[in-house]
């Protein structure tokens, strides 16, 4: 099955002044990400850039109209996803239990449509 | 006749067929859907049985799984159809000779692995027991609803919501490795919690929850049995023996209800008591502490006492339960505690705890108002302790409850 890891976390904590904290996720994800290639489970992901670089289209009574910021103001953000192919929801879990992350967050574990379903 | 031998053994069996076929097929509705068909072929096909034309096969249960695994393919097959458009060969009913041979196939016991599917984490809490209780131990929608205290459509869209999500998650039909058993274990065991909990409520034995009181030492069994080496389990295993060992004390010739220091132990099942006991030091072996084993241990110190002779363990028991707050400080540990309170230290002391607890949450919790209700008519409060026995009354008690509690309030009634 495939399952989609969604990242939610503060990503105030990678903003210091030297970039350091930032860097030192992104070369743990590298990590990850590889030994997620390794084993042959990985099939998609994305970082994202910060979320007051997100512009949300909304839609409503036919209408749309443009944010200037994410889906919701939170102190948690979606800040990337990945795509596994793993045999069920534990071993999902077991991989977003060992997803990198500086500080406090959730990792959403959502299963994908896969066309039979 | 053939009605309700089905029954009994729908309700028997239920569990450990449901448990196999859903580990075999991965789907607890195809599960539930085939062994529903093969109780209607059962019907039948069982008067055949027999020498007078009713009866039932050797092995009901063995019957019921083949039975059951041919409609499973069945539905299969004819779910294939619809997308494959393959012909699907029309299968006669088992005959009684088909059925004789199937009994000798053995059906392997897949409840654990049941019981760990309705209680993974990904399922709502307050689907987890009432799914359990409807696929391990076979009871209606109608009987769990009613022992929740919930609409039946609202139970049974909460089993349906929790059904889909374990289909659609992809929730494993395993019991997980040792490395998840910490989390997953409190899962399992916090939901038979809920679910004895149920069965031990009712005194007499005679609700609806009399079948699973059964059930779960069957359960507790398999569970601590697979899993040896946790002592929570071992230890909820010897709880639910205790608790059981009690049950024909429970209940005085007029039909009222014992407390536990007023139980003539030698009412109680000495058996389920050497069992337990057994449990528990093997829990206690593994050096590895918990609140279960704390509980176990406090029925333990009742159920050592040997006749109404020997002073009631009191002291044991207040001790106890002094180191169980340490692992789960909650109001209803502090309520039983209170009741060891009072007759260690006296009344006042007790009333003093009881009062000191959120009396909001415990508006509706008839124990509270009992245990309050005693603590004031034994300082001479009669005014007060017949408002909380009213209050203790008016929350629907079971009958055998409502026999003491009116006793009780008579008493503080004319001192």
Same mark, same amino acid.
């Given at each position: 099955?495939?399952?989609?890891?969604?990242?939610?976390?503060?990503?105030?904590?990678?903003?210091?002044?030297?970039?350091?904290?930032?860097?030192?996720?992104?070369?743990?994800?590298?990590a990850f990400a590889a030994e997620l290639a390794e084993k042959g489970l990985i099939r998609g992901g994305a970082g994202l850039k910060t979320a007051n670089t997100a512009t949300t289209v909304r839609r409503g009574a036919g209408q749309c109209g443009l944010h200037d910021g994410p889906f919701a103001e939170s102190k948690e953000q979606l800040g990337g996803f990945y795509l596994i192919e793993v045999p069920d929801l534990d071993a999902a879990l077991a991989w977003a239990r060992k997803l990198p992350m500086a500080g406090d967050g959730s990792v959403e574990v959502r299963p994908v449509i896969d066309g039979t379903t | 006749m053939a009605r309700s031998l089905l029954d009994q053994a729908a309700r028997t069996h239920g569990g450990r067929v449901i448990a196999a076929l859903a580990a075999k097929f991965r789907d607890l509705d195809l599960a539930e859907e085939a062994? &529903?068909?093969?109780? #209607?072929?059962? &019907?039948?096909?069982? !008067?055949?049985?027999?020498?007078?034309?009713?009866?039932? !096969?050797?092995? !009901?249960?063995?019957w019921l799984y083949s039975v059951a695994q041919r409609r499973a393919l069945d539905m299969l097959r004819r779910r294939g159809v619809r997308t494959r458009l393959v012909p699907d060969p029309p299968q006669p009913p088992p005959s009684a000779e088909d059925a004789m041979i199937d009994d000798a196939r053995l059906i392997p016991d897949e409840r654990l692995r049941l019981i760990f599917v309705c209680c993974h984490p990904a399922v709502a809490p307050d689907a987890r027991a009432a799914l359990t209780l409807r696929l391990v131990c076979g009871l209606s929608t109608q009987e769990i609803a009613r022992a929740f205290l919930?609409?039946?459509?609202?139970?049974?869209?909460? #089993?349906?919501r929790a059904k889909r999500k374990i289909a659609e998650a992809g929730v494993a039909f395993e019991v997980p490795g040792p490395e998840a058993w910490p989390e997953r274990i409190g899962a399992v065991l916090s939901t038979l919690?809920?679910?004895?909990?149920?069965?031990?409520?009712?005194?007499?034995?005679?609700?609806?929850? &009399?079948?699973?009181a059964k059930e779960m030492l069957d359960l507790t069994a398999v569970l601590a049995d697979l899993l040896p080496d946790e002592p929570e389990c071992l230890a909820f295993a010897a709880l639910v023996r205790y608790a059981e060992a009690r049950r024909p004390a429970?209940?005085?010739e007029g039909g009222a209800m014992t407390p536990l220091s007023e139980q003539d132990p030698a009412l109680w099942r000495r058996p389920l008591i050497d069992q337990a006991e057994a449990l528990l030091h093997a829990a206690a072996r593994r050096r590895h502490p918990g609140p279960r084993q704390l509980q176990a241990a406090i029925h333990a110190a009742w159920c050592s006492r040997a006749s109404l002779d020997e002073p009631p363990p009191w002291p044991t028991v207040l001790a106890l339960y002094d180191a169980l707050l340490t692992w789960r400080d909650d109001a209803v540990v502090r309520l039983n505690r209170a009741v060891a309170v009072a007759e260690v230290s006296g009344p006042a002391l007790a009333l003093a705890e009881v009062d000191w607890l959120d009396s909001v949450a415990f508006r509706d919790f008839g124990p509270f108002h009992a245990v309050r209700a005693d603590l004031l008519a034994r300082l001479g409060r009669d005014g007060e302790a017949l408002a909380a026995y009213d209050r203790a009354l008016a929350l629907d008690p079971a009958p055998a409850e409502r026999l003491w509690l009116e006793r009780r309030r008579g008493r503080a009634a004319h001192p």
């Open positions: 099955m495939q399952y989609a890891l969604l990242i939610y976390e503060d990503e105030t904590v990678y903003r210091d002044e030297n970039g350091r904290a930032w860097r030192e996720i992104i070369a743990q994800h590298e | 062994f &529903a068909e093969a109780c #209607l072929n059962a &019907a039948q096909a069982w !008067p055949a049985f027999g020498a007078e034309g009713g009866g039932e !096969p050797r092995d !009901p249960a063995a919930v609409a039946e459509p609202t139970l049974a869209q909460r #089993l349906v919690e809920i679910a004895y909990a149920k069965a031990h409520e009712d005194a007499a034995g005679a609700g609806q929850h &009399a079948g699973y429970r209940l005085d």
